[in-house]
């Protein structure tokens, strides 16, 4: 014996298979495009007291060095998702040159060529440069306008 409501149900059960196979291959293809973008590292150390550093690398793996430039941004925010402060590049190769040679170089929208890379956070607020509170803060690195990894770190007093 058939039932009337069988055959609609199957062909709605076959859209939902369906549909979840195609937004589970949407979400693997944007983590792929967000892994060949390049990766973000856990800052170091953490907890910290007065400065970190943040490793990350630009490019996928099949970008030798050098050989693409990607627009960078690297964002620190509280809790409250306000923005806190912009790390300083550490490094000082195959980034643009800098204007003025002895001050570091903010990551807003920098462009760097693929590679590896380490930013620098002094504790401190971007606009006033008084001492950020203690607490729970969050990092999000941006290649090229798209989010490419975001951590939480622990600033200590």
């Not at 627009?71 to 402060?85: E, G, H």
């Not at 490094?91 to 380490?118: F, M, V």
């Not at 990894?149 to 600033?155: I, R, S």
Request: with cysteine; aromatic share 6%; glycine share 10%.
């Amino acid at each position: 014996m058939v039932h009337r409501w069988a055959s609609p149900a199957l062909g709605l059960l076959a859209c939902v298979v369906t549909a979840s196979r195609a937004s589970g291959q949407v979400a693997d293809q944007r983590a792929e495009g967000s892994r060949r973008r390049g990766v973000l590292g856990q800052n170091e150390p953490n907890p910290f007291s007065r400065e970190t550093t943040i490793p990350f690398s630009v490019g996928d793996a099949g970008c030798a060095v050098g050989t693409q430039r990607h627009v960078v941004t690297l964002r620190i925010y509280n809790i409250l998702s306000q923005l806190i402060a912009i790390p300083t590049l550490a490094d000082s190769i195959a980034g643009d040159p800098p204007s003025d040679p002895g001050k570091p170089r903010e990551l807003s929208n920098l462009t760097l060529a693929c590679g590896s890379y380490t930013a620098r956070w002094d504790g401190q607020h971007a606009p006033d440069h008084r001492q950020a509170a203690p607490g729970v803060y969050m990092y999000q690195l941006l290649i090229d306008g798209h989010p490419s990894g975001m951590k939480k770190m622990l600033l200590r007093r």
